[in-house]
């Protein structure tokens, strides 16, 4: 029994240091701080509830993805308001000035981009340049195949370098 417990807590160790990735997917999802901290403690109070069906040895992080998105999908089900009214707040004007930098223009420039993208690309282009999963490991979180998961990350990466007109020259895949 005293090496059932190491694992768990070896586990529960694991799984706290996947919580800033949780909760930079989780906000990406919510694009809203205070549901997606909520989001991710219902993934780990899942994780932690069903921790034997998890099997060591396997990807600990897609794993808690997988919970974390599933959580994410059921209360999209349940609250089809919420969304209704994150989606007004997302197209209220932003209370804040225009940057003046040139690296703020930029980054406000591919985040309008990234925004355009479809909810499949977006998703693809989060875990893969985002959170660095491998092909496999996506396409296991999003329930496709790696050859999906490899073309919409491709057509993510071309519209996003069509929608900041960068010139063909400039970049390499």
Same mark, same amino acid.
């Given at each position: ?79 089809? #308001? ?19 930098? #040139? ?71």
């Amino acid at each position: 029994m005293p090496e059932n417990r190491d694992a768990t807590a070896e586990t529960i160790a694991a799984m706290k240091a996947e919580i800033p990735r949780l909760r930079r997917f989780a906000r990406y999802m919510t694009r809203d701080a205070d549901y997606s901290d909520d989001l991710v403690q219902e993934c780990l109070a899942r994780a932690i509830a069903n921790i034997g069906s998890w099997e060591p040895g396997t990807n600990l992080r897609a794993w808690l993805f997988v919970i974390l998105k599933n959580a994410f999908r059921n209360d999209k089900r349940r609250a089809q #308001h919420d969304i209704a009214y994150r989606n007004g707040l997302e197209r209220d004007t932003p209370l804040y000035c225009a940057p003046q930098q #040139h690296n703020l223009l930029v980054l406000s420039e591919v985040q309008n981009a990234v925004l355009q993208l479809s909810e499949d690309h977006r998703e693809v282009l989060m875990l893969i340049a985002v959170e660095g999963l491998r092909y496999e490991e996506a396409a296991s979180v999003l329930n496709i195949s790696v050859g999906t998961v490899k073309s919409r990350l491709s057509r993510a990466r071309t519209a996003l370098r069509a929608a900041i007109d960068i010139p063909v020259s400039e970049h390499q895949d």
